[in-house]
C-alpha cells in the first residue's frame, strides 16, 4: 500500500474507511484481471501413485524429474486428500465436488441385494466438473480412465458429462453390460469410434493418451480457453503392458518392481512431453496446471509391493485404507506469475475442493451442490479458509466382505487430529498428525470429547445412498464372486 494518510485532520474512521476502500478496490482489479484473461487449465490425474512416489515428496529410487521440476517452479501441498481410498469413489468426489460422505459413490461397486455387488456410476443428472467447465465457456477435453459410467448409458460417459472431446477406456465388469467392450480401446466421443492401443507402437499407454491430447489442443480454438483433463493409468497394477524393457534393467529388482518404476517414471516423461508442447504452443504462461493422484498406493496384490520404493512414504497403509496412506496424495499447482516458485502448503484439502476452486479461477459462481472449500486464495498466496473437518466413508466391495469390519470404513480429520474406525462396531483410533504422521500412537483414551465429536460426524455429515448402507454389508464371499476388476 503506497498511498499516504498523513493528514492530521482526518479521524480514524476515515482513515479506515479509506483504508478499506483502497483494499477494496485492489481486490476488484485482482478479480477482475483474472476474469478477463482466464487461464487455461489442466488436470493431471495419476492412478494409484502414493505419497511418496515422486522426488519432490521424499522419493529417492523412482526417477520423476518433470513432475519435480513442476513442484519447484510451483506449489506442493502436504496435506492434500484424495476423494476415497479407490478408484470410483474418489473420482466421483472429483467431478461432484462433494465429499466422500455425500457423492453417490462411496466404493468400486454397491450392494444391490441378492447378495450381489454391482457397479455404480454418475447419473445423466449428476452435475460434473466437466458441465461446469463447459458451462463457463471453456473448451473441454477428457482422456484416460472415467470409471464412473454405466457402460449400456452414454449420458453416464465423460462425453455425456459435459467433455466435448472425450476418448475413455471401457469395461464392463460389474455392470452386466449387453456389450462386449475389447481392452485396449481408447472410444472417441462416444461407443462407435476408437483408437486402438498396441504397446508395440509406445512407450506406455499414457504416450498415445498424451498424442490424444495434442490432437485436442491443436484443434481447439484459441480465442476460448481449454480445460484438459488427463486421467492417466499409471501406475495402477492393471495399467500395461509397456514396451520399455531396458528402464532400471540394470538395478537387479524383481520384475514387477522394476516396472512399477517404470511405470512412473514414463509417466513422468508423457507430462513433461505435454508441458512442452504446452509450451511451444504459447499456452503454458496462462495455464494453471493441478496433478494428483486419485487414492493411495496399490498393494501387495500382483506381488508388487507398496514398501519395495516406500511408495507411501511416512504414511500408515495404502490403497484402500483411510489411515493417512490410502488417502494422502501428492498435490502440485502450477501457475506462472501467480503461485510462488518452490512454495509448498499445509493447507487441509481434498478432492471436494478443486471444483469450487476451478469454479473460483472460471470465474463462475461455486455450484451450491459442493461442499469444496476452494484453495485460490492458497495459490496466491491470499486469505486461506480452512474446513473445520473433513470426513472419509468407504465400502469395500466382493471379498472385502469377510473382513471383520464388513469393508465399512471411517476416518475424519480435525487440525492435525486423525480419528479412524474400520467397522461401527470397532472403537474409533485417534491419532495426532502433528507429532505422529505414520499413525503410530494410538491416544484415544485421553481424548474422550474429541472421540464423541468425530462419532457424531460420522454419523451425521453423510447423505444415505442405496448401494453403500451405513456400516457395510458383511456376507459370505464365494471365490466365483470375486471381482476381477478392484
Ligand atoms: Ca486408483
Ligand atoms: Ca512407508
Redesign the pocket.
Known amino acids: 500500500m503506497s498511498r499516504k494518510l498523513s493528514h492530521t485532520s482526518l479521524s480514524p474512521l476515515t482513515i479506515l474507511v479509506s483504508l478499506l476502500i483502497v483494499i477494496n478496490s485492489e481486490s476488484c482489479t485482482n478479480k477482475k484481471t483474472l476474469i478477463s484473461n482466464r487461464p487455461n487449465i489442466v488436470l493431471l490425474l495419476a492412478?494409484?501413485l502414493g505419497f511418496g512416489e515422486l522426488g519432490s515428496y521424499g522419493q529417492n529410487i523412482i526417477k520423476t524429474p518433470e513432475l519435480d521440476k513442476l513442484a519447484n517452479e510451483g506449489m506442493r501441498f502436504t496435506d492434500f486428500y484424495a476423494g476415497n481410498g479407490?478408484?470410483s469413489p474418489?473420482r466421483s468426489v472429483l467431478l461432484t465436488g462433494k465429499s466422500a460422505t455425500h457423492t453417490a459413490i462411496r466404493g468400486n461397486a454397491g450392494f444391490f441385494g441378492d447378495d450381489k455387488w454391482y457397479g455404480t456410476w454418475l447419473d445423466k443428472n449428476t452435475f460434473t466438473l466437466g458441465e461446469m467447465m463447459k458451462g463457463a465457456g471453456y473448451q473441454t477435453g477428457f482422456i484416460g480412465k472415467w470409471h464412473l459410467d454405466n457402460p449400456d448409458s452414454l449420458e453416464t460417459w465423460a462425453f455425456g458429462h459435459g467433455f466435448e472431446y472425450a476418448v475413455q477406456e471401457q469395461w464392463k465388469a460389474r455392470f452386466d453390460s449387453k456389450r462386449e467392450f475389447p481392452p485396449n480401446r481408447l472410444w472417441v466421443n462416444g461407443d462407435k469410434e476408437y483408437v486402438p492401443y498396441n504397446y508395440k507402437n509406445y512407450d506406455c499407454k499414457d504416450a498415445l493418451r498424451t498424442d490424444l491430447a495434442f490432437k485436442f489442443l491443436e484443434k481447439k480454438n484459441r480465442d476460448k480457453p481449454f480445460f484438459l483433463f488427463m486421467s492417466y493409468r499409471a501406475p495402477?497394477s492393471f495399467e500395461g503392458p509397456i514396451r520399455d524393457t531396458l528402464l532400471y534393467a540394470d538395478q537387479g529388482w524383481p520384475e514387477i518392481e522394476r516396472v512399477h518404476a517404470a511405470k512412473i517414471t514414463l509417466l513422468d516423461q508423457q507430462v513433461g512431453r505435454l508441458l512442452r508442447k504446452l509450451n511451444d504452443m504459447g499456452d503454458l504462461d496462462n495455464t494453471l496446471i493441478l496433478f494428483t493422484?486419485?487414492?493411495g498406493p496399490?498393494g501387495a496384490k500382483a506381488g508388487h509391493d507398496y514398501e519395495f520404493f516406500n511408495s507411501n512414504g511416512d504414511l500408515k497403509g495404502y490403497?484402500r485404507d483411510l489411515y493417512e496412506g490410502g488417502v494422502r496424495v501428492p498435490m502440485i499447482a502450477f501457475w506462472k506469475n501467480k503461485i510462488k516458485d518452490g512454495s509448498s502448503s499445509n493447507h487441509v484439502s481434498a478432492f471436494q475442493d478443486i471444483m469450487p476452486t476451478l469454479a473460483e479461477v472460471a470465474g463462475v459462481s461455486i455450484p451450491a451442490q459442493t461442499n469444496g472449500l476452494s484453495f485460490l486464495p492458497t495459490l496466491l498466496n491470499q486469505d486461506q479458509k480452512n474446513h473445520e473437518f473433513l470426513n472419509w466413508e468407504i465400502q469395500l466391495s466382493g471379498w472385502f466382505q469377510t473382513l471383520p469390519d464388513g469393508g465399512f470404513r471411517q476416518s475424519c480429520r480435525i487440525g492435525d487430529w486423525k480419528g479412524v474406525r474400520y467397522g461401527i462396531n470397532s472403537k474409533m483410533e485417534l491419532y495426532n498428525l502433528d507429532d505422529d504422521i505414520s499413525e503410530s500412537n494410538n491416544i484415544a483414551l485421553k481424548y474422550p470429547k474429541l472421540v464423541n465429536r468425530m462419532l457424531t460426524i460420522f454419523e451425521t455429515n453423510r447423505t444415505e445412498i442405496p448401494g453403500f448402507p451405513y456400516g457395510g454389508v458383511v456376507q459370505n464371499y464365494k471365490s466365483q464372486d470375486k471381482f476381477l476388476l478392484e
Request: charged share 35%; aromatic share 0%.
Open positions: 492412478d494409484d479407490v478408484c474418489s495402477h493422484s486419485d487414492n496399490h490403497k
